[in-house]
């Protein structure tokens, strides 16, 4: 662990295939999807891990000098790329040999370009819960036969005990090279190797896009997936406080001094958690509660740029950037006007985008109305 007590992490990426089945000229990892090639959007989803530490690229022998030019421009921190062997097992060897320090290592096929970020992080947390070996996997859907070399069926196979596996597959990282010196066959995946000498290996959900681009019909699939979410997408959301006389009061990233503050288990900032809702939603990544749960000791009074700055790293690394935001401010107090611009250019720099807030009173009517609270609506526009 790091002196903050957390893993230390390194990733495998495994980038060294031919790309025979692709029809393509060039290997695999660096054939083009919308503009970018596989490599490129593995190291995206890399770089949008919580998890941050060492990535090892292990990449053809003529394309080493490629390689580290897409991670320099991707990539910040430590980034080694080494030649790859003539097998997936050879290659992933060496890529273990290049990691320096590590306490979880994931291995990763850059032919699952499209995997998630918080893919990865889930394998890693998986990792440290359990000590177990973590693969992503999906049920099998269709009905399995098994047949004979003469393609006559034998049997139905029972699918309720099948997963189809994905990766990143995460090990604790003496397990992982254990097996490796170990290993006395090739096997298609590294949860194989750790299985062989013993070791628990389990699955956690994976997730549809970290399919394996593998066949000219994959890529066509991969491409048709990013053209539909190049839409813009819009989200909203909503948060409501009461006031706490004994708290002092944050609102719109700012702190208004002499005015009654809002109770909640963080600040009480409804302006920010509304538009974290917001952001979450167009990004369909949950909802502020289940990303910053109450449970969660580290908001325990965290203010607004707190969970505005994550939420903006957790929207790009799903390859999203923020569009604009639009605020609704409902509340006797505090007079918002004269901080508007302010407030404004305050959330716009956190975010990078522009904000616009504006407030308005209820006329007396409800909770706000009867000076109980502040409640903010807020709308997100994201774009791909």
């Known amino acids: ?46 770089r949008g891990m919580r998890h941050r530490g060492q990535t090892v690229i292990v990449a053809p022998e003529t394309r080493l000098d490629e390689a580290r030019g897409l991670a320099a421009a991707v990539l910040s921190g430590s980034v080694q790329v080494v030649a790859g062997g003539e097998t997936r097992q050879q290659s992933v060897a060496a890529g273990l040999a290049a990691v320096e320090s590590a306490d979880v290592i994931l291995v990763h096929d850059a032919a699952r370009a499209l995997t998630p970020s918080t893919l990865f992080d889930a394998v890693v947390d998986e990792v440290v819960a359990t000590g177990d070996g973590v693969v992503p996997g999906l049920p099998v859907s269709d009905t399995i036969k098994r047949i004979d070399e003469d393609s006559t069926v034998r049997e139905t196979v029972d699918r309720s005990q099948l997963a189809a596996v994905q990766t990143p597959q995460g090990f604790p990282a003496e397990v992982l090279l254990a097996a490796y010196r170990a290993a006395s066959t090739d096997e298609t995946d590294d949860a194989a190797l750790v299985a062989a000498i013993g070791h628990r290996v389990t699955v956690v959900p994976g997730d549809a896009h970290a399919f394996k ?131 404004e250019a305050l959330l716009g720099g956190i975010l990078g985008a522009p904000v616009s807030v504006s407030a308005t009173t209820a006329d007396g009517l409800g909770f706000t109305g009867r000076g109980e609270g502040i409640s903010a609506y807020a709308t997100a526009l994201l774009l791909r």
Do not use: C
């Open 1 to 46: 662990m790091d002196i903050n007590g957390e893993p230390r992490v390194a990733v495998v990426i495994v980038a060294a295939g031919s790309g025979t089945r692709l029809g393509a000229d060039l290997p695999k990892a660096f054939v083009q999807l919308a503009g970018q090639t596989l490599l490129e959007r593995s190291l995206h989803s890399v």
């Open 213 to 343: 681009i593998t066949t000219p019909w994959d890529l066509r699939r991969a491409e048709e997936l990013l053209s539909a979410s190049l839409m813009p997408r819009v989200g909203f959301g909503t948060d409501t406080h009461s006031f706490d006389p004994s708290a002092e009061l944050w609102l719109a990233g700012l702190h208004w001094p002499g005015e009654t503050g809002l109770a909640g288990h963080s600040d009480g900032d409804t302006v920010a958690h509304a538009i974290v809702d917001a952001l979450l939603s167009a990004a369909g990544l949950g909802d502020i509660g289940e990303v910053f749960g109450t449970g969660d000791p580290r908001f325990s009074g965290a203010h607004g740029e707190v969970f505005l700055t994550e939420t903006r790293r957790l929207v790009e690394a799903e390859g999203y950037r923020i569009g604009n935001v639009s605020v609704q401010l409902v509340g006797n107090r505090p007079k918002f006007a004269p901080r508007r611009s302010e407030a």
